[in-house]
């Protein structure tokens, strides 16, 4: 016998912090059903868990896995415009917590001034290697001259290689730097930190001023 419902859930973010999830019970003994799976979409991700009644629980149920944290790419916080988001080979990254420095490929414009139109200018960083430990790749970085100032400044490009590691959860939280700017070598390792989930919403990763 298999149940099935669909429920609205409240994730242990806080009350405001709500999904929607499909819940399956099955694995009928005695009047009871022994097994669960919970699916659901949470900020675009795809989260399934799975329980079992476990006996010396008191018949409660006990989660064995999160089966999306084995099968879902590792992911790479891009904090495009504030908006924190977490990507599989995402295009474009944003490194400087102002938007002052981007990284992203040839593929876009040569030379462009800041606008309202998109990243598309930026191009797209090539990923040749991404696995659930690390991602390499190459691309462009874009940095503002700030000349007259940041919000009016002039982006240029200059070759740049990547190497995401330090797989947490699901997402990587280092991301090492390596092109030239004016004659000087810029090579680093960016760490996200987690900012904790509050009653204005869940928690995210970003990189270091985001």
Sequence with gaps: ML????????????????????????????????QLTVDSTYRH???????????????????????????????????????????????????TGDSTGLFGGFTGQTRVRRHGN????????HWSVWNAHEAKGTGAAWLDN??????????????????????????????AFRFSYEGKVNAGTLKAHQVPASELGPGYWAWPGG
């Excluded at 994730?11 to 059903?33: E, K, L, M, N, S």
């Excluded at 998109?118 to 960083?125: D, K, M, S, V, Y």
């Design 3 to 34: 149940w099935v419902d669909t429920c609205e859930v409240t994730c242990a973010a806080g009350p405001q912090v709500r999904y929607r999830a499909t819940i399956r019970a099955y694995g009928r003994q005695d009047g009871h059903f022994t």
């Design 45 to 95: 991700d795809p989260m399934q868990f799975r329980m079992v009644v476990q006996p010396g629980f008191g018949g409660k149920f006990v989660q064995l896995t999160a089966a999306n944290q084995a099968s879902a790419p590792t992911r790479l916080p891009t904090d495009l415009g504030g908006s924190h988001q977490l990507e599989v080979r995402p295009s474009v990254v944003e490194f």
């Design 118 to 125: 998109g990243l598309a200018w930026a191009g797209r960083i």
């Design 146 to 175: 700030g000349i007259p100032d940041d919000a009016s400044g002039t982006f240029s490009p200059h070759a740049v290689s990547l190497r995401a590691s330090r797989s947490t959860g699901g997402v990587f939280t280092a991301l």
